[in-house]
């Protein structure tokens, strides 16, 4: 989860979201709230820093659930990408954004670059959830037909490219 504002929406969003990636049943899903991980902006060494790698080392996949601030993503997120190099490298990731009219699509565009960069594997299906407080109900639930087309749709890709790219990182090391 990208936000670190108060008063966030974030959670609701990632709850849903939760909520559809454990009924896919593929996933061992971990969840790390960047407002709950201490990551140093100047990006030095700290206990904090290698546990979050650490975290990251394990994973086969990430799927980000990000908001849109001022036509990009969170300060906090760029920090998360720019504290780990090699953890990130050969694996999958997608998308969650939510915001006003763009629905967080304009920070999601900025993000291919960054984790394309970072050797990652950007899925090309996005869940955004646009006029986002529009689209829950008070239970956290939505009936935005097109955002639950799409988390089926990238939840299936995701998973193939995280068997696939295990797979070969184990076969093959990624030579980046």
Known sequence: MASVRPERFAPVVA??????????GEFDTGVIDLIDTPLPADLTETPAAADFRARLAAADAFAVVTSEYNHGYPAALKTAFDTAKHEWRAKPIGFVSYGGLSGGLRAVEQLRQVVAEIHMVSIRETISFHQAKK???????????AAIDAAERMLRQLAWWARTLRAARATDPYPG
Not at 139 to 145: H, K, L, P, S, V
């Open 15 to 24: 709850d849903w979201f939760l909520r559809t990636l454990r009924a896919h």
């Open 135 to 145: 689209r829950f109900d008070a239970a956290g639930e939505t009936q935005d037909g």
